[in-house]
């Protein structure tokens, strides 16, 4: 079982399959995503969650520190 978060309600999410798929750049892997929620979601293997970012006590993930302009 491969594990990852839900795009949109960030929820723990299963990987459930995966496969190739044909575009204009040339194949690309894709997942289906389900999450507890019953969310699911076909997207880019890419845009997967990495694995430490995964769940987590269902916290959200930590995001890169950025300054705003002042």
């Keep these: 079982m491969e594990l990852t978060v839900c795009p949109e309600c960030r929820q723990p999410a299963e990987v459930e399959w995966r496969a190739v798929l044909e575009s204009t ?31 987590d006590g269902g916290r959200e993930p930590a995001r890169p520190f950025s300054r705003r302009s002042r």
Excluded: I, N
């Excluded at 894709?30 to 845009?47: G, S, Y």
């Design 25 to 55: 750049d040339g194949p690309v892997e894709h997942a289906k995503v389900l999450c507890v929620r019953r969310h699911w979601f076909l997207l880019p293997t890419a845009d997967l969650a990495r694995r430490h970012d995964t769940v």
